[in-house]
């Protein structure tokens, strides 16, 4: 991937914002597909009710275990491996996700404060389940992706000073702009410098006042946005899915040439 640049406009652990270039629109396309569904994430999969005397059916319970993120960590399992979960709680009491106990130290749910069912005096909930290591390819709840999406990055040009007879009206843009007008900007600016339009409140008139304005996008460069559901970091997801694209790359490649 050494021939890409790759620039971050903001990064924590389960969300990110970043600049890829120089790439076409359907590689973009490739690598949100490649983040959604195929890297894989461990869900619960299947539950084995001990005791269940809430008001809500092992049915349900099992739906709403299956949407509990559980740590994935890279490269240490395999596709179909399995790894042991359990919980028991007794009523009156909330059982949350933290109450969840795993077979491995390296599986664990990823967040600690989901709701499972709120427990009445003399109800109990204990189970045992299997979590297995699967891609969103195969199901929704194996996508460690949770919100990933794509946009062209854009420029924005002053053509002229405003007429003054000019409505005010707002011109409202999304995204990230790579500064090219850093002289006409209300704020300290430099050219080439990434900007989130969460900055000026998505409205160019606030950054650029009293201009005329034309946005253009920025040839071959894709403003990715992306979020995890915490079983792995956007940093992980990330290579993960420039793995796979790799990985399928050489395969074709292989096998064209037999």
């Known amino acids: 991937m050494s021939e890409y640049e790759v620039q971050f406009v903001d990064r924590s652990e389960r969300h990110a914002r970043f600049v890829v270039r120089p790439i076409t629109p359907a590689f973009a396309n490739g690598i949100r597909r490649a983040m959604i569904a195929d890297v894989p994430t461990f869900s619960i999969d299947t539950v084995r009710v001990v005791e269940n005397s809430s008001v809500m059916f092992d049915e349900q319970i099992g739906l709403r275990l299956g949407l509990v993120p ?3 960590p890279p490269g240490e399992f395999e596709i179909g ?3 042991t979960l359990s919980l028991d709680v007794s009523g009156p009491d909330t059982a949350y996700s933290g109450d969840i106990v795993s077979s491995d130290e390296m599986v664990s749910v990823a967040d600690e404060h989901i709701p499972i069912i709120d427990l009445k005096e003399g109800q109990r909930l204990e189970f045992e389940a299997d979590a297995v290591l699967d891609t969103g390819r195969e199901h929704a709840k194996h996508q460690g992706g949770v919100a990933v999406g794509y946009r062209h990055l854009q420029t924005v040009e002053v053509t002229g000073d405003k007429s003054e007879f000019d409505d005010g ?14 002289e006409h900007a209300d704020a ?48 992980d997801l990330v290579r993960q899915a420039a793995g796979t694209l790799e990985s399928r790359a050489a395969e074709l490649k292989e096998t064209v040439q037999l």
């Open 169 to 182: 009206d707002p011109h409202i843009l999304r995204g990230v702009i790579e500064e090219q007008a850093a």
């Open 70 to 72: 559980l740590t994935t």
């Open 188 to 235: 300290d600016a430099e050219n080439g410098e990434l900007v989130s339009t969460d900055a000026f409140d998505n409205d160019l008139t606030n950054r650029y006042p009293d201009k005329e304005l034309a946005v253009r996008d920025v040839q071959d460069a894709f403003v990715f946005d992306v979020e995890t559901d915490g079983s792995f970091s956007v940093d």
């Open 81 to 83: 491996d399995e790894v």
